[in-house]
């Protein structure tokens, strides 16, 4: 190990959208302040994602004259939430209209709304949705060492290329967030993997990371932040702990999130809790036996390995991942679909990848009869399947699962139809493509307080050791409330620990 600790007032572990937060903040407002990446780039899974930020209650929301605010999210959770800390939730709203006002107010962050669903029909919805997102920002218009940090796109940086000239949804959160960071001074160490916390005298004061260099020590003397990833790619937690799925067809980005800052915070008594938990989604298996997080259903079916269908294959993709982890025999299922969109799938797939690698590596089948498809399956109730779901294209109704029900069904669809979620299978050639169990991340990991303060087993604060992001409880419990619910908890409690452990003045 070095001789001579790098020393900061803070120290960020991750760098994705909580944890780019809470650094910008922090050096802000003049702590010195340290980001610490596993990986040569920044951003992990934000950056993949579309962008969107659950902070109920803003000025971006008003600008947009939706009729959300803070009680009304505050009714939303109430309705769809299972035992929820009434503390966490309250510090959760009361904070987010603050926390969005403070990023804009800064020259290089601005939100926009755009129209999203939320994931359950219950009381405080918000027609069309209350997410919020970056404004898209050029690459041209970036410091150079901002724009050479940013993780590309998913499909991009699976395939080793460099990102777009425009950076929008997560990208342009993470570069407007590191732009402001850098731009205030503050530090950014990649390719360094954390995996232990300094403690001295009962007060954690430090991390210890591995890099090219070797064991290296880095100090905080406000605190550690920990704001990485979960687990989602370490198989042995998930098989310990009952995680559904397979780190296979995680979306986490290759070589992140396997888990050394639970680990670390567990040997100095963190406790943990909802590790069985992650933010789930059907993954559409590519050649390579990885899997794409898939959304958008407008056409098409989904059925079992018993040519069945289980559920609304328009579901919000987290509801329609737990209705796959229900039975063994959904996993992996079959997307039916027909020539409609000439051979491509009826959905969002990221990344889709191309349809004829698919059908040469049979994670896709075609054929040019229904009958044939299912004898190539090995699912005879198939044809009959199809011929149900095509009677219920004709009347609009799907008796078995009501897809076409709810606002979030429609978003996606374009059938012309009495019910434009329901499209009928009969335009040959026919296809069937492979569908797994993916997750965004796994959302459980430290128990946090209101304060985003790490507790140990005797629900007592650790000193100096704070955690938000995909390594800390998901305040939202086993419930994807809307979309971008993992970013906007992740950035509140990022912010609630900056002014827990910034010193007065």
Known sequence: MTDSPARFDLVVVGSGGGAMTAAHLAQKRGLSTVVVEKTALLGGTSAYSGGSCWLPGSQVQQRAGL???????????????????????????????????????????????????EYFDAPGRVGGGRSIQPVKVRRSDLPDVVAALVRPPIERDRAGERGRNTLSGGQALIARLLWAFTRDGGTVLTGHCMDRLVVEDDRVVGVEAVSESGRVRIDGRCGVLLAAGGFEHNQPWRSQYGVPGDSRWSMAPAGTNTGEPIAAACEIGAATDLLDQGWFCPGLVQPDGSGSFTLGFRGGLMVDQTGHRYANECLPYDRFGREMARSADRVPSWFVFDDREAGRLPAIAMPEGDPEAHLAGGTWVRADALEELADVLGLPDLPATVARFNDFATTGVDEDFGRGGDEYDTFFAGGDGPNTALTPIDRPPYYAAQFVLSDLGTKGGLVTDAAARVLDDQSRPIAGLYATSNGAASVFGAVYPGPGAPLGSAMVFGALAVEDLAPPG
Not at 71 to 82: F, G, I, M, Q, T
């Open 67 to 117: 009729t959300d605010s803070t009680e009304s999210a505050r009714s939303y959770l109430d309705a769809v939430l299972a035992d929820p800390d009434p503390i966490k939730i309250d510090a959760f709203l009361a904070t987010a209209p603050g926390l969005v006002a403070a990023l804009e107010d800064d020259p290089t962050m601005e939100f926009e709304w755009s129209p999203f669903p």
